[in-house]
C-alpha cells in the first residue's frame, strides 16, 4: 500500500511540472525583433523613379561628366584625383551601348559596357556577375539638349551623375542637382566635380566589359 502511494504521489510531482507540447511553443516562442525604421534617404531611394515621357533613343550620342554624388568607396579615398570623362550613348533595339572614355594611369581608356532596356521607361538595367551586384540606371530629368540626371542603383544605395551635351552646364542646373542629390543623403561633402578640360581624344587602351 505505501508503494501505492508513493507512486501516485511521483506521478503527480511529474504531471505538475509537465506541460502540453503546444502550450510549450506558445510559451516560447521567440519574438522576432522590429524593423528598423527608414531613414527619410531610404524612403526617397525606394521610391526613384525615371522622369516621365522619356524617349531614351533622344539621349544618344555623346555626354560629358560634370558631377557625382556618391558614397563609393573609391571616391571617398581619391576623389581629389578625378580625371575628366567624356561618355557616347548609342542606342540600339533593347540596350544602351556606352563607351566611356577617361584616363586611368596617364593612359586614356575606353570602357564599353550595355544597358538592357526594362518594361519601364528610362529605366535601364546594368547585369553584373550575380544578381546581387545588378545596377538599375534611372533617368531622374533631362532636357536632351545640354543636361541629363541619372542615378546608379545597386543593393539600396544610389550614385547621382549629372551630365552635360557640353562639359559646362548653368549654375542653377549644378545647384538643383546637389539639392536634389540631398534627399538620397549626399551631401555637399560627397559630391565630387570633374575637371572640364584634358579630356582624352582617342584611346590607348580598351576594356570591354559586355
Given amino acids: 500500500m505505501i508503494r501505492f502511494w508513493l507512486h501516485l504521489l511521483c506521478v503527480l510531482v511529474w504531471l505538475s511540472f509537465w506541460v502540453p507540447a503546444q502550450a510549450r511553443r506558445a510559451r516560447f516562442k521567440p519574438i522576432p525583433p522590429p524593423k528598423p525604421k527608414q531613414s527619410e534617404a531610404e524612403k526617397a531611394i525606394e521610391k526613384l523613379a525615371p522622369v516621365q515621357n522619356i524617349n531614351i533613343d533622344q539621349m544618344s550620342g555623346k555626354w560629358y561628366l560634370i558631377t557625382v554624388a556618391s558614397r563609393c568607396k573609391n571616391l571617398l579615398e581619391s576623389g581629389f584625383k578625378v580625371e575628366s570623362t567624356a561618355i557616347t550613348l548609342d542606342v ?3 540596350k544602351v551601348s556606352t563607351s566611356t572614355l577617361r584616363k586611368l594611369n596617364y593612359e586614356c ?3 564599353k559596357q550595355n544597358y538592357m532596356k526594362t518594361t519601364t521607361p528610362g529605366r535601364l538595367l546594368l547585369k553584373g556577375k550575380r544578381p546581387k551586384e545588378d545596377v538599375e540606371i534611372i533617368v531622374l530629368e533631362t532636357n536632351y ?6 542615378a ?4 539600396g544605395e544610389i550614385t547621382m551623375k549629372l551630365y552635360g551635351r557640353s562639359s559646362d552646364v548653368p549654375d542653377d542646373i549644378v545647384d538643383k542637382f546637389e ?7 549626399l551631401g555637399l561633402d560627397v559630391v565630387f566635380q570633374f575637371p572640364d578640360y584634358g579630356f582624352c581624344q582617342s584611346p590607348d587602351k580598351m576594356l570591354e566589359m559586355t
Fill in 152 to 155: 546608379f542603383k545597386r543593393a
Fill in 109 to 111: 581608356w575606353e570602357i
Fill in 179 to 185: 539639392n536634389r542629390a540631398k534627399t538620397f543623403n
Fill in 145 to 150: 539638349s545640354s543636361y541629363a540626371v541619372l
Fill in 92 to 94: 540600339t533595339g533593347d
